[in-house]
Nanobody, 120 residues
Framework: QVQLVESGGGLVQPGGSLRLSCVAS????????MAWYRQAPGKERELVASITSDINTNYADSVMGRFTISRDNAKKTVYLQMNSLKPEDTAVYYC??????????????WGQGTQVTVSS
């Protein structure tokens, strides 16, 4: 069984920073792409940033230049460094990972989410 556990969310003032972490555990053969999504109240879940196993990254236009995604394969962890936060960044942030549990089995997994609130 595979689990993704996020941490690092919280309340921050506009212009502040937060660093989210997501650790994968369980019966993992390999981790392929990893990503962060977010969902604000009343809105659909959206992709924030993604990173492939060979460290190619992709960002939503709304966070380009402010957020940085990275990963530590040895620790099975993906990070999201969020700078210059804005009230519109307020959302529940979810970690997602494309994980192979064997050579033949590959699925997408989700974490439980962590709340990020940007407010003065």
């Amino acid at each position: 069984q595979v689990q993704l556990v996020e941490s690092g969310g919280g309340l921050v003032q506009p212009g502040g920073s937060l660093r989210l972490s997501c650790v994968a555990s369980g019966s993992i053969f390999s981790i392929n792409a990893m990503a962060w999504y977010r969902q604000a109240p009343g809105k659909e879940r959206e992709l924030v940033a993604s990173i492939t196993s060979d460290i190619n990254t992709n960002y939503a236009d709304s966070v380009m230049g402010r957020f940085t995604i990275s990963r530590d394969n040895a620790k099975k962890t993906v990070y999201l460094q969020m700078n210059s936060l804005k009230p519109e960044d307020t959302a529940v942030y979810y970690c997602s990972a494309d994980i192979s549990t064997s050579i033949l089995r590959r699925s997408n997994y989700w974490g439980q989410g962590t709340q990020v609130t940007v407010s003065s």
